[in-house]
Every structure is written in structure tokens, then in C-alpha cells.
């Protein structure tokens, strides 16, 4: 579970979080160019497995967003998101849980509720709890993530893949292979298809 998480997280990271690099280089004065920064510098410092300076990257990144864009911009929510992480990778689970909500809160204020972003904010609160063994407040969630995504991005979509296959381990966690077999199937078979 943690091996996709993670891989999960640095995509959907790059998809929902960042401004070009490039955009960042030509005016680094600028807030979001400021922030996009540090975003950077965090997944940097994350990938060689410093997590305490991610996290403390990323919470300037997030005191400034703040600042220049408001407590419920996208890049806030792209902080929260990242930070949760960070905390869930060391096992600080009360913290991880606090800004997965605060970031799903946020996107769904900006998006409404049938939103990819929204969706990936759900299925990150679901692996957390996953994460913790609380498999009955994960499975919903996980259930709900699949649902978004396929009503977004369509049913053969890579993250649809992604949410069948967490899962189908919640499945094989609670003792449902049957059930987990599908899920896994359905899972390898849009995987198939995108290739």
C-alpha cells in the first residue's frame, strides 16, 4: 500500500500542486513562483528521505501561500496535502489526519464534490486510515474516491486503476479475496489498456 501511496502522491502532487519550474525561474520574486519553490525543494528533500526538512519546507511554503493567496487557495490545499503525507510516512498519524481534512475541505469548496482533486483527497484520507488498520472508515472512503474518478476521468482512467487496487488490498485485509481477486483483475486490465 505504501509503494502505491507514494508513487500516487508524487503524480498527483505534479499534477494538482505545481506551476512550471521554469515559471518559478523566470520571476522567483514572485509568491506562487516563491512557493512552487519550496514545493520543490520539499519533494527534493522527501525523495533522498529527509522528511523533517520536507515538512518544514513545506510549511513555509504553506505559512506563504497562505499569506498571498488565502487560507482556501488550491496551492494551501497542495501544501496540506504534501504535509499529511510527510507525516503519515513517519507514523504521526494524528497530524496526517488533520491535513488530509483540512485539505479535502478545501477542494471541496473549490471544486464541489465531483472533482478529480477531490477524489485524490479521498482516497488519500481512506489511505491513511488503511495505513492505521481502521478498515471500516477507510473502505467508504475508498469507495467514494473510485466513484469520483470514474464519473471524472472515466472508468479506464490510471487512477481508477490505482483506487481498485488499495482496494482490493483493504479486501485482502479484512479477508475478502474473492472480492480482492476482482478488484485486482479489473485493476490490471485498465493498466493493460493504458500501456
Given at each position: ?31 506562487r ?38 487560507p ?6 497542495s ?33 464541489g464534490?465531483e ?6 483527497s479521498?482516497?488519500?484520507?481512506a ?8 478498515y ?7 469507495k ?17 486503476a490505482?483506487?481498485?487496487?488499495n ?9 475478502r ?5 476482482k ?13
Open positions: 500500500m505504501e509503494h502505491l501511496v507514494s508513487i500516487f502522491f508524487f503524480s498527483i502532487f505534479c499534477l494538482f500542486g505545481c506551476v512550471s519550474i521554469s515559471t518559478a525561474q523566470e520571476n522567483p520574486f514572485n509568491p513562483a516563491e512557493w512552487d519553490n519550496l514545493m520543490q525543494e520539499s519533494l527534493r528533500a522527501a525523495k533522498g528521505g529527509d522528511y523533517f526538512a520536507a515538512i518544514a519546507l513545506t510549511e513555509l511554503a504553506l505559512q506563504k501561500a497562505e499569506q498571498a493567496f488565502g482556501e487557495d488550491a496551492t494551501v490545499a501544501s496540506l496535502n504534501n504535509l499529511a503525507y510527510f507525516h503519515k510516512t513517519l507514523k504521526e498519524y494524528v497530524q496526517a489526519e488533520e491535513y488530509y481534512k483540512r485539505c479535502l475541505d478545501i477542494r471541496k469548496k473549490l471544486y464534490l472533482h478529480p482533486a477531490v477524489a485524490t479521498i482516497n488519500n484520507l489511505s491513511l486510515y488503511y495505513v492505521k488498520g481502521d471500516a472508515a477507510a473502505e467508504p472512503l475508498f467514494e474516491a473510485l466513484e469520483v474518478w470514474k464519473q471524472t476521468l472515466g472508468p479506464n482512467h490510471p487512477n481508477v490505482i483506487c481498485l487496487e482496494l482490493a488490498m483493504l479486501y485482502q485485509a479484512t479477508n479475496q474473492e472480492e480482492a481477486q478488484l485486482e483483475a479489473q485493476a490490471q486490465a485498465i493498466r493493460a489498456q493504458n500501456q
